[in-house]
Each structure stands twice: as C-alpha cells, then as structure tokens.
Antibody
Framework: EVQLLESGGGLVPPGGSLRLSCAAS????????MSWVRQAPGKGLEWVSG????????YYAVSVKGRFTISRDNSKNTLYLQMNSLRAEDTAIYYC???????????WGQGTLVTVSS | QSALTQPASVSGSPRQSITISCTGT?????????VSWYQHHPGKVPKIIIY???KRPSGVSDRFSGSKSGNTASLTISGLQAEDEADYFC???????????FGGGTKLTVL
C-alpha cells in the first residue's frame, strides 16, 4: 500500500524557515517524480515544486523560486522542501504527491499545515 | 505557467448531470492529452478521478467522464449524488521543461 506521510509543518514568523519532509512507502521511490502542492485557506490547489525520480532536475513555481528548495533522499525514501524567507502568503496546507510519468498524481499525503504569522 | 481557468462554482440537483470546464492554452491542455481531474472533499486528501483526459482509475464510478476539445477539457458528472458535493480541480502536464499546472478549482453544490 502506497503511503505518503508529511511532517515538519508549524507556526513560523515572517522571514523564518521551515523544512518539510515526506516519508514514502509502498513503491519504488526512486522511480517516480514527486511534487509539493499547497492549498492556502479558501483557495485552490497550487503546484509549488517538483523533482524527478533521480533528483537531478528540480522545478519551482515563480512564487517560491529562490526561496524554496526541493530535494530527495532515495536511500531514505524521503522527499523534502526547505522553505526560507517565508511570507504570510505561504500559509497553506502542503501536500506531497506522487506523479505518474509526470503527467498526473495518483497518491497524495494527508498534508501538513504551515502558518506564517507573527 | 498561468493557472488553468475553471468556473468558481456549479450546482445541480440529484440525478442531474453537470459539466465543469477547464481552459488552458496551446502549451498545456491543447498540446497534450495529459489532463487529469481531482475530487477534493474539505479536510480530506485529493482523489484522482480522471487521468489522460478520459481514463478512469480503478474504483472510480463511471458517472465521472472526461473529454477535451482544443484548449478546453471538461469533466462531466452524471446522475449527481449528494456525496459528489466537493471541490474539483483539473491539472495539465506542462511539457518536459516544466511541471504541470492546476486549475483554480470548482465548488460543486448538489442542491
């Protein structure tokens, strides 16, 4: 059974940093691209960042480029999102999601809440 | 990439059919047959209901169907049921140089 379990969310002041983790199980992690997707309060889903299975290629939404860094440790079956210079508008539930051939998401984690506020 | 355009809300009565549109560009929806749709009940995990424009994952009701014409994809839900009330998001592959893009989401209300 595929499972994705996010952790690391919490309350952080503007300008602060946070590192999210997503522990994966039930599939060959290194074979699949992964993404972070967020949903701000009352808003729709927003793709944040993606990474290929090998970790060689990374992609970012314009809104987070230069502030967020996606990475993965295939030996630990874990996906990460390092978030720096956080802003109020980064407040959201952050989901990690597994991609199929980078074309659609077949599994999602439960999400972790990030609140940026003083 | 800009978000795909969806209507903010749609509504229908039980047993009726509704269609939700998802409009992109010739660089995403119009270029690739890789549009997917997700059902999202508040507080729950998004669930894929359509992939590759018109394919249903195992276990998804055949009341859900997808199609595409030009730069616009559509999700049709027939025989509306109370449990269909949820938010629905479309997603399109964006090519090898980019990841994809989501639609803004459509809130479905079953009257």
């Amino acid at each position: 059974e595929v499972q994705l379990l996010e952790s690391g969310g919490g309350l952080v002041p503007p300008g602060g940093s946070l590192r999210l983790s997503c522990a994966a199980s039930g599939f060959t992690f290194s074979n699949y691209a992964m993404s972070w997707v967020r949903q701000a309060p009352g808003k729709g889903l927003e793709w944040v960042s993606g990474i290929t299975g090998s970790g060689r290629d990374t992609y970012y939404a314009v809104s987070v480029k230069g502030r967020f860094t996606i990475s993965r440790d295939n030996s630990k079956n874990t996906l990460y999102l390092q978030m720096n210079s956080l802003r109020a508008e980064d407040t959201a539930i952050y989901y990690c999601a597994k991609l199929v051939y980078r074309t659609y998401y077949d599994y999602w984690g439960q999400g972790t809440l990030v609140t940026v506020s003083s | 990439q800009s978000a795909l355009t969806q209507p903010a809300s749609v509504s229908g009565s039980p047993r009726q059919s509704i269609t939700i549109s998802c409009t992109g560009t010739s660089s995403d929806v119009g270029k690739y047959n890789f549009v997917s749709w997700y059902q999202h009940h508040p507080g729950k995990v998004p669930k894929i209901i359509i992939y590759e424009v018109d394919k249903r994952p195992s276990g998804v009701s055949d009341r859900f169907s997808g199609s595409k014409s030009g730069n616009t994809a559509s999700l049709t839900i027939s025989g509306l049921q109370a449990e269909d009330e949820a938010d629905y998001f479309c997603y399109s592959y964006g090519g090898s140089d980019a990841f994809g893009v989501f639609g803004g989401g459509t809130k479905l209300t079953v009257l």
